[in-house]
């Protein structure tokens, strides 16, 4: 059984090491916090919605914000860079089944159109499966509305 030193007190190891320091001497230190490897990810995620939300309330003075948002695939070259990472994304985490089951997910909610459904989902053969997939968790849902809103942005600045 091996010593672990991050389960022990500091006072403790320092009394089994035979320090002149003795367990009432060395003052206790507090326990190291777990950094958070997600909390980029979560200010991204965060900063992206925020950034949907924004730019939907500029869609509404346009159109109402009717859905679905997405209505047709746009044939700017800004808008398939913004098709081709969001597909992309949707792919490498949920693998092209899960993929197809979000894009039908998302026409059901309106924010595409079915037709878009379709044609995004015969793209979708075209990047590799990844490796390892997971579900879909609502922030890469959250992700993917933001994404929606990106292609329709840049479909409305023609």
Known sequence: MSLNPRRYDVRELRWLAGTRAGADE?????????PNRNRAEQAARSAAFREVLQRQRGLRRIDDGERPYLRSVPSVPEAEREIA????????????LRSRDALSYYAE???IAPA????????LAGFDAPRRTRPFSPADHRIS???????VSCASEQ
């Open 116 to 123: 878009v459904a379709d044609a995004f989902e015969r793209r």
């Open 26 to 34: 060395a003052p206790r230190e507090r326990r190291l916090r777990r």
């Open 145 to 151: 509305l933001v994404s929606v809103v990106r292609i």
């Open 109 to 111: 909610l309106g924010w």
């Open 85 to 96: 990472d969001w597909l992309g994304y949707l792919v490498d985490v949920g693998g092209h």
